[in-house]
C-alpha cells in the first residue's frame, strides 16, 4: 500500500519554530518531486514547498518565503519542512504529497494537476 505519513504537528505557540516530517512506504518514491501543501480552516489549498528527486533543486510558496526550508533524504525517503517564526496565520493542516513532476506542485505543468500521492494531513495549531 502506497502511503505518505506526516508526522510533527500538533499545538505550539507564536514564535515557536516547528520540524514537520513525511515518510513514504509502498513504492520508491527516490524518483519523486515531494513537497507540501497546506489548508487553512475556510480557505483554498497552498502550495508550501517542494523539492525535486535528487534535493537539489527547491521551490517554496509566497506566503511562506524566507520562514521555510524542505529537505529529504534519499536513503530513507523522507521529507521534512521545518518553519520557524511561526504566528496564528500559519494554523492549517500540513499535506504531505508526491508526483513524479515537480511542476504539478508549483502550477506550471502544461495540462497539470496536482501532485498524484497525498497524505492525510498533519493539523498544525498557533496560539498567539
Known amino acids: 500500500q502506497v502511503q505518505l505519513v506526516e508526522s510533527g504537528g500538533g499545538l505550539v505557540q507564536a514564535g515557536d519554530s516547528l520540524r514537520l516530517s513525511c515518510v513514504t512506504s509502498?513504492?520508491?518514491?527516490?524518483?519523486?518531486?515531494m513537497g507540501w501543501f497546506r489548508q487553512a480552516p475556510g480557505k483554498e489549498r497552498e502550495f508550501v514547498a517542494a523539492v525535486d528527486w535528487s534535493g537539489g533543486s527547491k521551490y517554496y510558496g509566497k506566503s511562506l518565503k524566507g520562514r521555510i526550508s524542505i529537505s529529504r533524504g534519499n536513503t530513507d525517503s523522507t521529507i521534512d519542512l521545518r518553519i520557524i517564526d511561526l504566528s496564528p496565520e500559519d494554523t492549517a493542516v500540513y499535506y504531505c504529497?508526491?508526483?513524479?513532476?515537480?511542476?504539478?506542485?508549483?502550477?506550471?505543468?502544461?495540462?497539470?494537476?496536482?501532485?498524484?500521492?497525498w497524505g492525510q494531513g498533519t493539523l498544525v495549531t498557533v496560539s498567539s
Open positions: 504529497a508526491a508526483d513524479g513532476h515537480i511542476c504539478n506542485f508549483v502550477g506550471t505543468c502544461p495540462e497539470g494537476g496536482p501532485p498524484e500521492v
Open positions: 509502498g513504492r520508491d518514491f527516490s524518483t519523486y518531486a
